[in-house]
């Protein structure tokens, strides 16, 4: 979704939702130096964090602390891109950064009880030949219940230019690799990946850029942890709802194994909407055009879109006539559209709604989580979590924390992602002098 405002009020810089037809595209990585698996860095206690408990809110990692293998974190987020921290009921934090001073000079790492480790970093081995490359193109890790992480990653000096890997138990597994055969697509090669999708069971759900002759698609696939799977591919007759499907978006995947995605259609009743399929048959759940709970007509979707344990879903839109569209966070589930949060609505804590991050997330016990700039509210940004009518304020820029320290400004397209037992994190960039880029997380210390 969008913010329209400017710097000045401090919201978020604008993603077109628009992008989410977009391929995918990626740049060959020079060769990398080779790093070393590396023991986990003790983060030192901070004045901030020191007096919270178990729930509160604090910073897991900053710039500039001691980062596995040497050298110090600097940055969380790469350019204008979405900055995604997922965190499991442990109170793990899985998140991509930059490193100065280091060979391994970006990776994803985990934080885990006062520990920071390495899950996988630029320069590492990769089974069957080449190293990893850079992440900076999909810098969104996936984390699952038992602190697993998935991710897409750029190959150097192998035969591979990108591959889509997870890692459990410390070891690197390849789930594709491109210039691999494309299941499920004849005479297909698999050329590009998107952000994959992880769940508990270490299935996965992610796009692939497939090339067939001179032409290229995308398809969606579901990895069963055993094999690669089609789900479905553009330019497949969708002959229950009429037309092509023509745009593949990022996909949400839940403990069931239901994978939601947005996509366009082209030719037929309407222009887009929300699809599951997987465990589920192939079918639209909710269309552009569709009538929100107040009347208006969603126009539009969310980049990507989440989904939790019981198959409802959480996604951003835009809702209204042309030209007065206002946005909106929105939940289908059992009993139909629900909203979670409407701009222009009383905000929890204060002030209303003046729109959105790029969009929401959601837990799998179904709270959702996403960022709003306020309007006449005690901040200008804010973090929220929730359900349809029970929406909270957890945090906000400028808020002073009960145990000292400052929330800094939110990252450009912050966004807030929902753990369990209503746990959250959300990144913030230095604003003045003295502070740090940091991601914050309310979640319980940790299992160790």
């Known amino acids: ?71 110090r974190f600097d940055r969380f987020e790469v350019s204008t891109q979405p900055v995604v921290a997922p965190v499991n009921a442990r109170g793990q934090v899985a998140f991509y950064a930059t490193v100065v001073h280091a060979f391994a000079r970006e990776g ?34 996936a984390l699952n219940a038992a602190g697993h992480v998935a991710f897409d990653a750029e190959v150097a000096g192998g035969r591979a230019t ?6 459990r138990d410390s070891e690197l597994h390849v789930i594709a690799l491109a210039d691999d055969d494309a299941p499920g697509v004849p005479g297909g090669v698999l050329v590009g990946f ?13 796009v692939a850029t497939v090339r067939r002759g001179r032409d290229t698609l995308h398809v969606l696939y579901f990895w069963n942890g055993r094999r690669l799977q089609r ?32 996509a366009a259609i082209l030719k037929g009743p309407v222009l887009g909407g929300i699809f599951v399929a997987g465990t589920h048959e192939l079918r639209l759940l909710v269309a552009a055009g569709d009538r929100a709970p107040d009347g208006a007509m969603i126009q539009r979707f969310s980049e990507q879109i989440a989904i939790d344990d019981n198959d409802a879903i959480t996604f951003g839109a835009y809702i209204g006539a042309s030209g007065n569209l206002r946005e909106a966070v929105l939940r289908r589930g059992a009993d139909g559209l629900a909203p979670i949060a409407l701009e222009g609505a009383p905000a929890p804590g204060g002030g209303r709604y003046d729109g959105f991050g790029p969009w929401p997330t959601v837990a799998a016990d179904g709270n959702a989580a996403f960022t709003a ?12 979590v929730g359900t349809p009518g029970h929406v909270r304020r957890v945090a906000m820029m400028g808020e002073v924390l009960p145990g000292g320290g400052r929330i ?15 746990g959250l994190t959300f990144a913030t960039m230095a604003d003045r002098e003295g502070e740090q880029n940091a991601i914050y997380c309310r979640c319980p210390l940790g299992s160790r």
């Open 162 to 167: 990108e591959g889509v890997f997870l890692v």
């Open 1 to 71: 979704m969008l913010l329209s405002a400017a710097w000045q009020r401090v919201l978020i810089a604008a993603i077109a939702v628009a992008v989410m037809w977009a391929g995918v595209w990626w740049v060959a990585p020079s060769t990398p130096s080779i790093s070393v698996a590396q023991p986990a860095v003790l983060v030192p206690a901070n004045q901030t964090a020191a007096a919270f408990s178990h729930v509160a809110l604090r910073p897991i990692v900053l710039a500039g602390q001691v980062a596995p293998g040497g050298g």
């Open 231 to 262: 789900l479905v591919a553009e330019g497949e007759l969708l002959l229950r709802v009429g037309g092509v499907m023509d745009g593949i978006g990022m996909p949400a995947l839940n403990n069931n194994g239901v994978v939601a995605f947005p």
């Open 408 to 422: 800094g400004r939110f990252v450009l397209n912050a966004v807030a992602v929902a753990g369990p037992n209503n």
């Open 194 to 206: 998107d952000t994959p999708a992880l769940n508990d069971n270490d299935e996965l759900a992610f």
């Open 108 to 141: 994803i790492f985990l934080a885990d009880a006062g520990r920071i480790s390495k899950v996988a970093a630029y320069g590492d081995p990769v089974p069957g030949g080449g190293t990893l490359g850079i992440f900076s193109d999909h810098p969104l890790p």
């Open 373 to 384: 700039a306020l309007d006449g509210g005690p901040g200008p940004l804010a973090a929220f």
